[in-house]
């Protein structure tokens, strides 16, 4: 990956868990350089945890389809660390019980 290039990032159902969790700590080393990150995938708690804790500064576009699934442990989820998002433009969630900063 360039260094400082922004990345547009998709994380699809056909992805198997090895490749998705070794896909996913190559991206978590650049989350400041996310631009857009689409997930449509019926797990997907590797990817929440970073989306939980971190703020995507310039993250313009997430896109999360979910599949109905959320841990009943998870309860409410808050995305960036309660923070607002504030370069986010295009917000979407499909069967994701998330509440937006």
């Keep these: 990956m360039a260094k400082h290039s922004l990345l547009d990032l998709i994380l699809g159902k056909l992805v198997n868990l090895r490749d ?10 650049r989350v400041d350089q996310w631009r857009s990150l689409v997930i449509d995938m019926k797990r997907w708690e590797s990817i929440l945890a970073k ?3 971190h703020q995507p500064r310039k993250l313009e576009r997430l896109h999360i389809v979910a599949g109905g699934y ?6 409410e989820i808050i995305l960036f660390g309660g923070h607002q998002a504030t370069g986010l433009k295009d917000f979407k969630l499909t069967n994701a019980a998330i509440q937006p900063a």
Excluded at 70 to 75: D, F, I, Q, T
């Design 20 to 29: 998705q969790t070794a896909f996913i700590n190559l991206i978590n080393e």
């Design 70 to 75: 959320v841990s009943p442990k998870e309860g």
């Design 51 to 53: 989306l939980r804790a």
